[in-house]
């Protein structure tokens, strides 16, 4: 059974940090693009970054670029999400999700994912 667990959401100041955390249970992902979206109330599902299990190169959303650095640990079977300098935009849901290795994708391809978790929630004021 697959299951992506995040953790680290929460509330924060415009300008403060957070770091989001994913851990891949009942599969390894060492096969799979792993990324991060992200879904405000009444709005689409907005895909953030992606990192490729390739050569662990990573695409970003253009808003967020300098400012989220997405990781993987393919022996913990984990990746992360380093958000820095936040804003209320940034505020949302936020989904760990993976999808097996594709050519020519990025992190907007959100119809790609085929496994995600139950969301943390990042709020930003």
């Known amino acids: 059974h697959v299951q992506l667990v995040e953790s680290g959401g929460g509330s924060v100041q415009a300008g403060g940090s957070l770091r989001l955390a994913c851990r891949a249970i009942?599969?390894?992902?060492?096969?799979?693009?792993m990324g991060w979206y992200r879904q405000a109330p009444g709005k689409e599902r907005e895909g953030v970054a992606i990192?490729?299990?390739?050569?662990?190169?990573?695409n970003y959303r253009a808003s967020v670029k300098g400012r989220f650095l997405i990781s993987r640990d393919n022996a913990e079977n984990t990746v992360a999400l380093e958000m820095s300098s936040l804003n209320a935009e940034d505020t949302a849901m936020y989904y760990c999700?993976?999808?097996?290795?594709?050519?020519?994708?990025?992190?907007?391809?959100?119809?790609?994912?085929?496994?995600w978790g139950q969301g943390t929630q990042v709020t930003v004021s």
């Open positions: 999700a993976a999808a097996r290795s594709g050519s020519g994708r990025t992190c907007s391809d959100v119809d790609d994912y085929d496994a």
């Open positions: 009942g599969f390894t992902f060492g096969d799979d693009d």
């Open positions: 990192i490729y299990t390739g050569d662990g190169s990573a």
